[in-house]
């Protein structure tokens, strides 16, 4: 069912899908209460107007919709508008839209000769999405490359940040609470062959490590920096893999229901079609509580969970 939202931007017309399916790489969960997708950054402006605490959703990569949904307003910005791309190929400056599905860009961007983004090959992410959480992997992250990001804060401002104002760090960005719309990326023109030599090596990585033809929404925890010394694991304050610390604590293969821990990668979690969200949540809450048993660890989740019964992001003992 869809329904055209009207504001005092009259020249444009919204329209709002009810009960809509949240698209998610894990194939499960519930839906959204409303769902839009605006093209341009007015209509944007509408969504804040019709619910200003409204969830932006990416490729649903890295996100888990509980089973009982999500109240409120959905926003893909998966639309034109927002899917926009600019190469200039003798500056190495990449301009692209919040919506441009990353490995598509990577893509055209290792055709024009630009290298250095392949590192990020095999992220299935829009580019607002890997900006936000700063994705990456062994070969690097976005914040690598950017020189600026677009973004419009919950009051229907606009602000324009270069690479100095924003805080990245390990999997984080604080622009949370920001909407991006455009991000700069600086890129470096080379040889062609010798780029698609390193986005095939990247590739070939992730193929050997990672359970990529599997339902599975990534990594799950973020890699935690240890406040003491485990042996054969790590020295303290430095960071280690959770998948590491999974395998480790015996949860490779752990299953619960429809979901299990990879085999592949214990930082994985794959699922039948017969699984449910709970299923998820209820072995991610598993696996935290045995890390922590096992080696005083608390694990926090890189995977998103959208829903009215979150689970907790941290690692304790009553998240159960």
């Not at 019709?50 to 969830?55: A, G, M, V």
Request: with cysteine; net charge negative.
């Amino acid at each position: 069912m869809r329904l055209s939202a009207s504001t005092d931007h009259s020249q444009h017309s919204l329209e709002i899908e009810q009960h809509a399916p949240i698209s998610t790489w894990f194939h499960i969960g519930g839906i959204a209460e409303k769902l839009a997708k605006p093209n341009s950054s007015d209509e944007l402006i509408q969504c804040l107007e019709i619910d200003e605490e409204f969830k932006v959703l990416g490729e649903g990569a890295n996100l888990l919709v509980n089973d009982s949904g999500v109240s409120g307003l959905v926003v893909s910005l998966q639309t034109q508008g927002f899917k926009q791309t600019e190469l200039d190929t003798a500056a190495g400056v990449v301009r692209a839209g919040a919506g441009v599905a990353l490995p598509a860009l990577i893509s055209r961007c290792v055709r024009d000769g630009l290298g250095g983004l392949e590192a990020l090959s095999g992220i299935p992410a829009t580019l607002g999405g890997a900006v936000i959480m700063n994705a990456g992997g062994a070969f690097g992250s976005i914040s690598d490359f950017v020189l600026a990001v677009n973004a419009i804060d919950r009051a229907g401002r606009v602000h324009v940040f270069e690479r100095s104002q924003i805080d990245f760090g390990y999997r984080q960005s604080l622009l949370n609470q920001l909407i991006v719309t455009e991000v700069v990326l600086q890129l470096e023109s080379g040889d062609i062959g010798e780029i698609k030599s390193n986005l095939n090596k990247c590739m070939s990585y992730k193929s050997k490590s990672q359970p990529l033809g599997k339902k599975s929404a990534g990594c799950v925890f973020k890699n935690p920096v240890l406040s003491m010394q485990i042996d054969e694991i790590g020295d303290a304050n430095t960071r280690v893999g959770a998948g590491k610390l999974i395998d480790r604590a015996g949860c490779k293969g752990l299953a619960v229901r429809g979901a299990q821990v990879s085999q592949v990668h214990a930082n994985f979690i794959t699922t039948t079609k017969d699984a449910k969200a709970q299923d998820v949540i209820d072995l991610i809450s598993m696996i935290q509580h045995r890390v922590l048993d096992v080696f005083g660890v608390p694990l926090e989740r890189e995977l998103v969970i959208w829903g009215d019964h979150e689970l907790s992001n941290k690692s304790t003992k009553d998240t159960i």
